[in-house]
């Protein structure tokens, strides 16, 4: 894994360099961030199967199936790790026992599958069954809380039966990578990354939420003054939904620079089918922005590269971004009020400190 950097060897966990990442919109996949919680399972295509349950009709398909029976699709979909970020969550007050992220756990692909929803129409569900969920299973397991068990997540059914919400076989138009969930993932565009699970084993259809470690305890957003003493792990919000985030991916924090024209580049997002509609840039802590130009499609589920030239005056300088979405949502400028024990949903005002000569 070469261009990578290393966050943490077993499970392997690694992102790209941020001003790499910043330079093309779709992510060469082996520049996409790796996130692992367990050992990458070894699969035999050949006899790979997974299965639906909790639908009228049980099925279980292999690959050739998939590929018989329903129309494949592509979609553009940006992958985000709730935990993007969390090393300035860390620089605020110490988040023991999570990964230190950096702000490129986040990458863009195409992928290549099938709907989810046409899998589960096949399987007899009615388009109108919406008080349910829709788990998902992985093939690899981990450990936590003295348990081995298989990854997993959920989603409501109101966001399975959209479009947009595949299984996955193929990631930049060549077949998925072992690390990326070979040979079939499910891609949930507009959501944190955790619920587009890798090596998918299982598909279970239930009145509610997934039971999973990842679903039930992890990966929930907890207020401020929660800690691991006083938490009651059923109050914090399941995450879903991605929200609204901007990076100055270059010049990097701490770069020192020569006076005079420089240009500024860095990604934006927006989560569920929102879009990014701006991005603003300031060098007085808000009191006056410069908007960016975007580059890329203005459509949903997929990040906008932006970029701007600004004229710099020797000096210290603290260059700032965020981001305005379609539903005019914005980010919140400090990192305190985000703050939170697991370090997840990082979305202040992104900062980065210059020297200019
Ligand atoms: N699926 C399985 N089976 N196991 C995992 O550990 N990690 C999740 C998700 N799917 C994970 C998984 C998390 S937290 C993220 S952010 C994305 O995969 C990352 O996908 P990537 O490694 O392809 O970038």
Known sequence: MGPLIVRHDDPFNAGPPLDVLCQ??????????????GDVPQIVPDTYRFTIEGAPRALSLSLADLRRQFTPVTVAATLQCAGNRRQELMAYQPIPGELGWDEAAISHATWRGVCLRDVLLAAGIEQDDRAWHVAFEGFDQTERLNCTFNFGGSIPIEKALNPEVILAYEMNDAPLTAQH?????????????????????????????????FQAQAYRLFAPQVTPDNVDWNSGLMLGEMSVNAVIGTPANGAELPAGSIEVRGYAIAGGDRRVARVDLSLDEGRSWITADLG?????????????????APGEHTLIARAIDSAANTQPEAISSVWNFKGYMNNAWHRVQLTVC
């Open 24 to 37: 093309s919109d779709i992510t060469p996949t082996e520049l996409f961030f790796v996130r692992n919680h």
């Open 181 to 213: 969930g070979f040979p079939l993932r499910v891609v949930v565009p507009g959501y944190i990354g955790a619920r587009s699970v890798k090596w998918l084993k299982r598909i279970v259809v239930q009145a509610v939420p997934s039971a999973n470690y």
């Open 296 to 312: 890329g499609d203005d459509q949903p589920w997929t990040w906008r590269l932006w970029s701007a030239r600004l004229n710099l």
